[in-house]
């Protein structure tokens, strides 16, 4: 057998950097294979997807508490940051409703909104989301999402939509509502200042509403947002609205963000910490679900969770030193980008750079864009966020997770954004411990001229047999469940009175036993032989004889009854009994379930 030569070796190990180099920077990957073919898709997709975010950009700034601008800011760096580092090639970065929203409510607990504290505080919430979000990528704790069932999300993002829609109301009527995370609170301030309602003002939001729901309806495509932006801007301008009590954005700083290091302290990290790990959270889900739904569509390419988190915590990160506040994966501008036919990161670098022409150019065109269009395009934008097509699928399906949803739901609308987010999360843990520590148990029976088991509650032609008890556990045997484990086959043998001789327990669906699980099987074996009842072990896997053989469980259940299938189980106890050896299943041998 020749060896490789060192230079062999050294090639492979240059491959081994590049490819570990490219896992870390995708771009690297795609990059090189880029077509021409690709020119036109990107190109599209990056000029419609800017046009979308120039007036998404500017209504989630003020959204957030922040001048509009600060929108925009937020819609340069975050794009190019994720074309590098991003493993999703259609995925649209950049400020988005519910993180704005978060920002507004967290931030706004310790500082008012629009001033330089309030500023410096949700750009440092950035760069402490996007540490946390790198950290999490670095140690593989992806996975951690999981945790959250979709339930939890659609409960909480329903509630999310309503709040963003109602913290709107100042904007739209023109009235005035003091700040509240609360929807009661929202409710009965605008009840009480319903006489305030502003006319002119309040026609010129619905109407943008009607503007752009109605061009949506006609074509996707059209960028209805940035019309109702250019016609209600022309309309307060000729008409000279902002006369008669129409509020406009006024004067917007023209020029790219400048460069400068976050202001950030020890004091400020604890006390932003819980809302810049909701954010991470929040973040993190809808990048994920939308570049999940993307990545089925194309198939030639593959979403990589861990690595997400690091490109999602480069773009907060790189973002707050160009004044951004925290940004993530959009789902409406994300399915634009991709129905508008983009390839590669490339389109998101061309809205980049689409954002920063703007800044350069076009701002004191804003001057007369009055602030009930932009609530008018933050309205549009959560409408979809109301999940009410999967409360009606889980009533129907699934009572409990049905009962999560709703759970959620009233909390985030009374309790707050962050504390809903919380309560979602202890829910969802709740509920799988729950359903963890009572797995399902069933009574196996055999059907008719087979070797099959099933069971008897699901088939009704399954056979039991006379002195034989077959019940399947179908969970890992661990702590959380060992004792409920031992009652139930305790229950079970009691059941069957004196006539019981064997329990044979099916193991194939116990993937796993811990310490706990030992200990009670031992206390089970001990059990059935008070009882003079013989045990016999099933269908275990080798993970799981392995740990039953360290733990020296198979010698105490004993070697001859160990069996890789219940049949053989079965006839083995016949045999052994001298009962039927030529024909273990005849009549006599067994009872019917209504015999039973």
């Known amino acids: 057998m020749k060896q490789c030569p060192s230079s062999c070796l050294g090639r492979v190990k240059n491959s081994e950097t590049v490819n570990n180099i490219r ?117 593989r704790l992806g996975f951690l999402i999981n945790f959250l069932s979709h339930p939890v999300i659609a409960g909480f993002t329903s509630a999310a939509a309503f709040i963003i829609g109602l913290s709107q109301l100042k ?56 019309l109702a932006v250019i016609v209600s801007t022309a309309a307060v301008y000729l008409f000279g609205l902002q006369d008669q009590g129409v509020e406009i954005v006024r004067e917007v700083p023209g020029g790219l963000p400048p460069v400068s290091v976050p202001h950030i302290e020890w004091p400020m990290v604890m006390q932003l910490l819980p809302l810049a790990l909701t954010i991470c959270l929040i973040s993190f889900i809808e990048s994920l679900a939308i570049s999940k739904t993307i990545e089925a569509m194309h198939k030639d390419y593959r979403v990589i969770p861990n690595q997400e988190l690091i490109a999602l915590g480069l773009t907060k990160i790189g973002g707050a030193f160009f004044h951004s506040f925290p940004t993530t994966g959009s789902f409406t501008r994300s399915a634009v980008n991709n129905d508008s036919g983009a390839k590669t990161g490339v389109s998101s670098m061309i809205s980049a750079v689409l954002i920063a022409l703007t800044l350069l150019f076009l701002t004191p065109l804003f001057f007369y864009l009055p602030k009930a269009i932009l609530a008018s395009i933050i309205v549009v934008a959560v409408i979809n966020l109301v999940d009410y097509k999967e409360a009606i699928h889980l009533w129907r399906t699934d009572r409990t997770d049905f009962m999560t949803m709703m759970v959620t739901f009233v909390a985030t609308l009374t309790l707050g954004i962050q504390n809903g987010v919380f309560t979602g999360v202890i829910l969802s843990l709740a509920f799988m411990i729950y359903r963890n520590s009572k797995p399902h148990i069933s009574i196996l029976g055999q059907l008719p001229n087979s070797r099959s088991y099933r069971n008897i509650n699901r088939f009704e032609k399954a056979i039991r047999h006379n002195q034989i008890l077959i019940v399947r556990f179908d969970a890992q045997l661990y702590f959380g469940n060992a004792s409920y484990f031992r009652e139930s086959m305790e229950s079970l043998v009691e059941k069957e009175g004196k006539a019981l001789k064997l329990l044979i327990l099916d193991a194939s669906s116990i993937h796993d036993i811990d310490s706990s699980g030992i200990k009670i099987m031992e206390e089970l074996m001990a059990y059935l032989e008070q009882r003079k009842v013989q045990f016999y072990l099933s269908g275990a896997i080798g993970p ?53």
Not at 172 to 194: A, G, K, M, Y
Not at 215 to 223: C, T, Y
Not at 556 to 575: L, Q, T
Request: glycine residues 10%; charged residues 15%.
């Open 544 to 596: 799981v004889r392995d740990i039953l053989k360290k733990n020296s469980l198979i010698e105490k259940i004993g070697a001859k009854n160990h069996f890789m299938y219940i049949h053989d189980a079965v006839e083995a106890f016949h045999k052994r009994q001298g009962a039927g050896e030529e024909d273990s299943w005849s009549p006599d041998a067994v009872q019917t379930n209504e015999e039973r």
């Open 23 to 139: 896992t870390y920077i995708p771009i690297l990957d795609w990059l090189p294979k880029y077509k021409k073919s690709y020119i036109r898709g990107d190109l599209l997709a990056g000029i419609t997807v800017g046009v979308m975010l120039v007036p998404q950009g500017m209504a989630y700034g003020l959204l957030a508490g922040l001048p509009p601008i600060y929108g925009l800011y937020a819609s340069i760096i975050p794009l190019f940051l994720y074309a590098f580092f991003g493993t999703s090639r259609q995925l649209s970065v950049g400020p988005v409703a519910l993180v704005s929203l978060l920002i507004l409510a967290g931030v706004g607990q310790f500082a008012e909104t629009g001033t330089e504290a309030f500023i410096g505080m949700a750009i440092a919430t950035a760069l402490i989301a996007g540490v946390i979000q790198i950290l999490l990528g670095l140690f």
């Open 171 to 226: 904007n739209l009527l023109r009235i005035d509502i003091p700040r509240s995370n609360f929807i009661h609170e929202v409710v009965i301030s605008t009840v009480q200042n319903i006489g305030d309602i502003h006319w002119p003002t309040v026609a010129l939001s619905f109407g943008g509403i009607a503007f752009i729901l109605t061009l949506k309806r006609i074509r996707k495509s059209i960028p209805g947002a940035l």
